[in-house]
């Protein structure tokens, strides 16, 4: 048996999805500029697919351009807040993915831009009084926070936080690539500038993904040489990959809270399972916590002799999951997002696990399996956990 407990990082593509691509990989082909029926048909299929993303998220289509996945999202993002916005602070934490943070830094350091990070509170959570304090000593700022820690699983208030921003004349972006598709979005009441999704991220394919700029906001291109979406990003359109989000998307919009509950009862099994059965296991940030990204779970497990290797005995035994962000490609770092809010123990593994709509409880149950055989569990060591002290 092989388990894949390693969604955070990419989704398997739902079968449906794929049935929707494929009429654009062989029979309508055309260039979307081109102006014969070739080149009509598969433009109307990108409008088409805009107005499904925009409808789902109750904005102009307008308003969504299309990108090749979350980190040219957040750098478009961030970059405006330098070229077009007139913005002198960045507002940003520790713990955002590197898209975000290493950006960040690098236009501060490059540029007349300050680099402003916000306290976290001891689960990870931001500090939503030092936000205030940060927007009150720096007005139009950019701020950007994520709306779910891909790592931690930490929920960040949108409407809350966008009030505050508001409220200073901040410009916001929030990096929604755990969260689009899988929390409602009404960006007709929400006070926000900036979105971003990855398609991959919601059993789409890989290499596409959206950038929402909310109208009142006007920004040059990044990418230059052609008039696509809306003379903001030159370059032929992935055409497929367009039709593919917009079909992922319109897929999670059915259910999104059956799927909310189907996956949050698998991850408080796990977390059930862990503390009642792992003695000294650890959970990182909100992760145990229902009111946390209900996809993912973080966990320190107790010091054992596996420990420096337990994401590789994990794999040989069948199971996929991770040591953090699998965004930066054969990092051997340990996680900036643990090290950010203290968590990182020596000589004890740290493990995400994160879920989908197609992960079962069979699969959650091999799983910790697995990992009790690797910590070297007995059955005679787990009766002897006291109730509660786990």
């Known amino acids: 048996m092989r388990v894949y407990l390693d969604n955070a990082a990419t989704t398997p593509m739902d079968p449906k999805v794929l049935e929707a691509m494929m009429p654009y990989f062989t029979d309508h082909f055309g260039n979307p500029s081109s102006t014969h029926a070739f080149g009509r048909k598969t433009k109307t299929a990108i409008e088409q697919s805009r107005r499904t993303i925009a409808a789902a998220l109750n904005c102009a289509p307008s308003e969504i351009c299309f990108t090749s996945g979350g980190t040219e999202a957040d750098n478009i993002?961030?970059?405006?807040?330098?070229?077009?916005?007139?913005?002198?602070?960045?507002?940003?934490?520790?713990?955002?993915?590197?898209?975000?943070i290493k950006t960040a830094e690098l236009l501060c350091d490059c540029d007349d831009l300050n680099l402003h990070l916000v306290k976290l509170t001891a689960d990870g959570s931001v500090d939503l009084n030092h936000l205030e304090e940060l927007l009150k000593a720096n007005p139009k700022a950019?701020?950007?926070?994520?709306?779910?820690?891909?790592?931690?699983?930490?929920?960040?208030?949108?409407k809350l936080v966008s009030d505050l921003c508001e409220k200073y004349q901040a410009i916001f972006h929030s990096d929604t690539v755990q969260t689009m598709g899988h929390y409602e979005f009404d960006l007709s009441e929400l006070k926000i500038h900036f979105l971003t999704c990855a398609a991959h991220k919601l059993h789409g394919p890989k290499g596409i993904g959206f950038l929402y700029i909310n109208?009142?906001?006007?920004?040059k291109a990044l990418i230059t040489g052609g008039g696509q979406e809306r003379q903001l990003r030159g370059g032929t359109e992935n055409l497929y990959g367009i039709v593919g989000l917009a079909k992922a998307i319109d897929i999670a919009k059915q259910d999104i809270q059956g799927h909310q509950n189907h996956v949050l009862g698998l991850k408080m099994h796990m977390v059930h399972r862990l503390k009642n059965e792992v003695p000294g296991i650890e959970f990182n940030g909100r992760s145990e916590f229902e009111d946390s990204l209900y996809t993912v779970l973080n966990l320190t497990l107790p010091e054992n002799p596996n420990s420096g290797m337990m994401l590789f005995l994990l794999d040989l035994e069948g199971v996929a999951c991770s040591g953090g962000s699998a965004c930066s490609s054969g990092a051997a770092k340990g996680s900036h997002v643990l090290e950010g809010i203290n968590a990182i123990k020596p000589k004890r593994a740290s493990l995400r696990f994160s879920f989908s709509r197609f992960t079962t409880?069979?699969?959650?149950?091999?799983a910790v399996d697995k990992l009790k055989v690797l910590c070297g569990i007995t059955e005679r060591e787990r009766v002897a956990i006291p109730q509660g002290k786990a």
Do not use: Q, R, W, Y
């Open 77 to 100: 993002a961030l970059k405006a807040a330098l070229t077009d916005l007139g913005c002198k602070n960045i507002i940003t934490s520790a713990i955002e993915h590197s898209a975000v």
């Open 361 to 366: 409880k069979e699969e959650v149950d091999f």
């Open 142 to 158: 950019f701020v950007s926070l994520m709306h779910g820690n891909n790592e931690i699983g930490n929920l960040l208030p949108l």
């Open 215 to 219: 109208k009142s906001v006007k920004i």
